[in-house]
Nanobody
Framework: QVQLVESGGGLVQPGGSLRLSCAAS????????MGWYRQAPGKQRELVAR???????NYADSVKGRFTISRDNAKNGVYLQMNSLKPEDTAVYYC??????????WGQGTQVTVSS
């Protein structure tokens, strides 16, 4: 089992920045890919960014150039630096980890609200 705990969400004005953190615990040796997803009200959950153990990354087109995902394998953490935030970035952000046999784990989510 893998447990994921997110932190760092909040209210920010358009153009501002936030940094999300996710700490993993449990059978962390099994984790390969970690990432961030988000779900806005009335919309499906969507991939924001993900990073492999070897630090290969991919991003949703809507956040390229504004968001940066990083990972600290020693601290079992994954981070999402969000810059130039827009109101459409408002959502609940979920940390995700993929382990053995493609089993997925999810955090409880953290709210990000971009509003003036």
């Amino acid at each position: 089992q893998v447990q994921l705990v997110e932190s760092g969400g909040g209210l920010v004005q358009p153009g501002g920045s936030l940094r999300l953190s996710c700490a993993a615990s449990g059978t962390i040796f099994s984790i390969n890919t970690m990432g961030w997803y988000r779900q806005a009200p009335g919309k499906q959950r969507e991939l924001v960014a993900r990073i492999t153990r070897g630090r290969s990354t991919n991003y949703a087109d809507s956040v390229k150039g504004r968001f940066t995902i990083s990972r600290d394998n020693a601290k079992n953490g994954v981070y999402l630096q969000m810059n130039s935030l827009k109101p459409e970035d408002t959502a609940v952000y979920y940390c995700n980890a993929v382990g053995l046999y493609a089993r997925e784990y999810w955090g409880q989510g953290t709210q990000v609200t971009v509003s003036s």
